[in-house]
């Protein structure tokens, strides 16, 4: 006999979680939420600085892109969760949100409910904010929001830098303007990371009427009569929900198991083997991301974080973390930044910095010997979209995942100005104390056509994925604007994936804020 459950939740990443701790707050309803990978027991889920060790294969599918056609044919690790948190446990912990903008098109995108100043309360509702509480951020939610426990004087001299070029300082990137470099806050608590596992499921996993099963990866949904009563596992094994299935699986997860499912294009489910059960060519579509370009420069001196690479340095930084919660374990190694503009009649800010406290930070990333810097860059608004789409009807088989980065050429132009003004920013005189030489690009490339090259050659994903079940109010959405597949009843997406067009930042803090929005429509519909 088949359980049942009253909201059966699909993937337990950043929304999942969000959802999972809402909706049980209603003591009548039962929820259950299935996450395929594992649980979050490893330190370094909870540490920090265990950020390095995570696209290098923990808690990660292992997936890479198709080779990329606009790029020389580029293959590009492409990091996606599999652990409870989802990319919350294994992020950098950046906490920004995006430009106002971005949500204000939203709604003129036929998106009614997700302007600016719609979505504000539901980024203050998460929050527990260690620096403010005032119309843009709150104290008191699950999520820790705080400022970074462990920065380094380099970090002075990036600021002074970008100031000599005329990029102005800013305290708070997700408060009342954008634009500027300084410290991001960082989804911490106490020295340690705030994921949605740890801020929103672990207070609440003693309520009897929420049930979290990680291990658990889903074979399909299921469909009766135009609308979903449940799930099958791999095992064979079918669970009911009384009133929703709910699909929180990301950006490439969610249009997968919608594709497994049967439910997306028609022609490409029957060319892998999969019955169509429902046509809705806009699963897995409009697909977008950040591309990654940066510069890495070899240090003076012990500038950065390098060296506790090595066993000694790093027991003897474990040490001190366990002393003072203080030290390079508790850098999230990624905590300086800022927003400018690459298109100066840009309606915001278009391109994003990330300062590295080092080299080699992440995989396929040069490491410098003798220690290093890195200051990566990406284009926020790219025109480029790409597909999500099965290899096969296996559903051990790996997506076959195309951001059909650069498609648009102004992408192409945008980024190439952006890692242009990340080199400037890294020659000028105020960290020249700390700088020995850029090494890469390196002082040879110098052209256009050069920089293009050595993109192709060690361009990276910024790790935001969007758009492949995308809202809005139009006949070819995947989803309206409460979020309701259309087509299907009783079935709902909730994480990156809605985004009509990703925001320009990372894109955590948005996912958590677009699954504390639908608990709320969710619980009205009820």
Same mark, same amino acid.
């Given at each position: 006999m088949a359980e049942g459950f009253d909201f059966v939740i699909v993937g337990g990443g950043s929304a999942g979680c969000v959802l999972a701790a809402r909706l049980s707050e209603e003591a009548s309803a039962t929820v259950l939420l299935l996450e395929a990978g594992g649980t979050d027991r490893h330190p370094f889920y909870h540490l920090p600085a265990g950020f390095a060790k995570m696209t290098k294969g923990i808690g990660s599918w292992g997936w890479q892109t198709v080779p990329q056609r606009h790029m020389k044919d580029m293959v590009i690790r492409y990091t996606q969760a599999k %652990?409870?948190?989802?990319?919350?446990?294994?992020?950098?912990?950046?906490? /920004?949100?995006?430009?106002? $903008?971005?949500?204000?098109?939203? #709604?003129?995108?036929?998106?009614?409910?997700w302007s600016y100043e719609d979505v504000l309360p539901y980024?203050?509702?998460?929050? +527990?904010?260690?620096?403010?509480?005032?119309?843009?951020?709150?104290?008191?939610?699950? $999520?820790?929001v705080s400022r970074p426990a462990a920065p380094l004087p380099i970090c002075e001299a990036y600021f002074a830098a970008a100031g000599a070029l005329g990029i102005p300082r800013n305290l708070d990137m997700a408060g009342a303007r954008q634009d500027g470099v300084g410290y991001y806050q960082l989804t911490q608590r106490a020295a340690r990371r705030?994921?949605?596992?740890?801020?929103? $499921?672990?207070? !609440?996993?003693?309520r009897p009427n929420l049930?979290?099963? /990680?291990?658990?990866?889903?074979?399909?949904?299921?469909?009766?009569?135009?609308?979903? %009563?449940?799930?099958?596992m791999m095992d064979g094994a079918r669970i009911t929900a009384a009133q929703e299935v709910i699909l929180c699986s990301g950006a490439i997860g969610s249009p997968r198991m919608l594709m497994l499912s049967g439910i997306g294009p028609a022609d490409h489910l029957a060319e892998v083997g999969v019955k169509p059960v429902f046509d809705q060519p806009g699963v897995g579509s409009n697909f977008q991301d950040h591309l990654d370009l940066f510069v890495i420069c070899e240090v003076t001196g012990p500038h950065t974080y390098d060296r506790y690479a090595r066993p000694l340095w790093s027991a003897m930084a474990g040490l001190r973390y366990l002393a003072t919660r203080g030290g390079p374990v508790a850098s999230s190694l990624f905590e300086t930044g800022g927003f400018w503009y690459a298109d100066r009649d840009a309606r915001s800010p278009d391109i994003q910095f990330h300062l590295g406290l080092g080299s080699g930070i992440e995989a396929g990333v040069a490491a410098m010997p003798n220690g290093g810097v890195t200051l990566n860059s990406a284009y926020l608004?790219?025109?480029? @979209?790409?597909?999500?789409?099965?290899?096969?009807?296996?559903?051990?088989?790996?997506?076959?995942? +195309?951001? !059909?980065?650069?498609?648009?050429?102004?992408?192409?132009?945008?980024?190439?100005?952006?890692? #242009?003004?990340?080199?400037?920013?890294?020659?000028?005189?105020?960290?020249?104390?700390? %700088?020995?030489?850029?090494?890469l690009p390196g002082p040879e490339v110098r052209t256009e056509a050069d920089?293009?090259?050595?993109?192709? @050659?060690?361009?990276?994903?910024?790790?935001?994925?969007?758009?492949?079940?995308?809202?809005?109010? +139009?006949?070819?959405?995947?989803? +309206?604007?409460?979020?309701?597949? !259309?087509?299907?009843?009783? $079935?709902?997406?909730?994480?990156?994936?809605?985004?009509?067009?990703? %925001?320009?930042?990372?894109?955590?803090?948005? /996912?958590?804020?677009?699954?504390?929005?639908?608990?709320?429509?969710? @619980?009205?519909d009820q």
């Open positions: %652990v409870i948190g989802g990319g919350s446990a294994i992020n950098a912990q950046i906490y /920004t949100r995006g430009n106002a $903008l971005d949500y204000d098109e939203w #709604r003129q995108m036929g998106c009614e409910g980024f203050r509702k998460a929050e +527990d904010n260690d620096s403010w509480d005032d119309r843009y951020h709150g104290r008191g939610g699950p $999520l820790g705030s994921s949605a596992a740890m801020a929103y $499921l672990a207070p !609440n996993r003693h049930t979290v099963r /990680t291990g658990a990866q889903v074979r399909r949904l299921l469909v009766e009569g135009g609308r979903a %009563v449940g799930v099958e608004r790219p025109r480029s @979209r790409g597909t999500v789409r099965l290899a096969s009807a296996d559903p051990a088989a790996a997506p076959l995942i +195309d951001p !059909n980065y650069w498609q648009d050429p102004r992408d192409r132009e945008l980024s190439i100005e952006g890692l #242009r003004m990340a080199r400037e920013i890294m020659a000028q005189a105020p960290l020249r104390p700390f %700088v020995l030489a850029e090494r920089l293009i090259d050595y993109a192709c @050659r060690h361009a990276k994903t910024d790790h935001h994925p969007a758009g492949t079940c995308r809202m809005g109010a +139009d006949p070819g959405a995947v989803v +309206d604007p409460r979020l309701r597949f !259309n087509g299907i009843a009783r $079935l709902r997406v909730v994480d990156a994936s809605i985004m009509p067009a990703v %925001v320009s930042s990372n894109t955590n803090a948005p /996912t958590i804020m677009i699954a504390e929005k639908a608990a709320d429509m969710i @619980r009205a």
